[in-house]
């Protein structure tokens, strides 16, 4: 089955500063890579997703970059705010028999210090 | 719209109980997964429903983890005879069908904290 691999596990930084989170993935069959946002005690938020057949994806301060030949995406984040501090979890699936079941990474804590 | 609900938010089951769980999915999505997310770590797939038919069950841990959802809306995950290890949050999420535009995004729920004594 897949098995996606996240790094860093922790990742601090000052507030405006850029934040870089990196994904790999195992299963070349594998077409959709959502990142999700989690609060302590908080449902996984959606908040930016990208398709195989789609090379980068920008929503205002964030951005994510997919590599297949690599089989690595990565999620950027600009201008970085207190506010994006939480828990930030990639994950790959892919339809057929695996339904769109997600395959998530263990997730980066990402702290912004004003 | 309304979101996923699920109930409880908070459940404390002494070891041995019997637990349900709810998730009361976006109206119209067909699409219906259950996630365990221990503490600390990403959420694991358990089980997904396609309206009423449980079409993939290949993450259940044990025989004694049961999912139903009888008329392709509201599901439940029931749990017998809990064991510690089952101490985690249960997460429902749900989406539209699989189509040619291939796989939809997921909304998840708050998720039910399970806590085994």
């Known amino acids: 089955g897949e098995n996606v691999e996240q790094h860093p596990s922790t990742l601090s930084v000052q507030e405006g500063d850029s934040a870089v989170i990196k994904c790999t993935y195992s299963?070349?069959?594998?077409?959709?890579f959502p990142w999700y946002k989690q609060e302590l005690g908080k449902r996984p938020q959606l908040i930016i997703d990208?398709?195989?057949?789609?090379g980068e994806k920008k929503d205002q301060r964030i951005a994510v970059t997919l590599n297949k030949t690599a089989k690595h995406f990565s999620l950027h984040i600009t201008e970085t705010q207190p506010e994006d501090s939480a828990v930030y979890f990639c994950?790959?699936?892919?339809?057929?028999?695996?339904?769109?079941?997600?395959?998530f990474g263990q997730g980066t804590i990402l702290t912004v210090h004003p | 719209g309304a979101g996923v609900s699920q109930s409880p938010r908070y459940k404390v089951a002494k070891r041995g109980q019997d637990v349900a769980l709810r998730c009361d999915p976006i109206?119209?999505?067909?699409?219906l997964f259950w996630y365990q997310q221990a503490l600390g770590q990403g959420p694991e797939f358990l089980t997904y429903?396609?309206?009423?038919?449980?079409?993939?069950k290949s993450g259940l841990p044990s025989d004694r983890f049961f999912a139903e959802r009888p008329e392709g809306s509201v599901s439940t995950l029931k749990i017998q005879r809990t064991q510690q290890e089952d101490s985690a949050v249960y997460l429902c999420?749900?989406?539209?069908?699989?189509?040619?535009?291939?796989?939809?995004?997921?909304?998840f729920g708050p998720g039910t904290r399970l806590t085994v004594t």
């Open positions: 299963d070349s069959a594998s077409n959709y």
């Open positions: 999420a749900s989406s539209l069908a699989l189509g040619l535009a291939g796989v939809h995004e997921q909304y």
């Open positions: 109206s119209g999505h067909v699409s």
């Open positions: 994950a790959a699936s892919r339809g057929g028999t695996s339904y769109g079941k997600l395959t």
């Open positions: 429903f396609q309206n009423e038919a449980q079409l993939d």
């Open positions: 990208i398709r195989s057949n789609v």
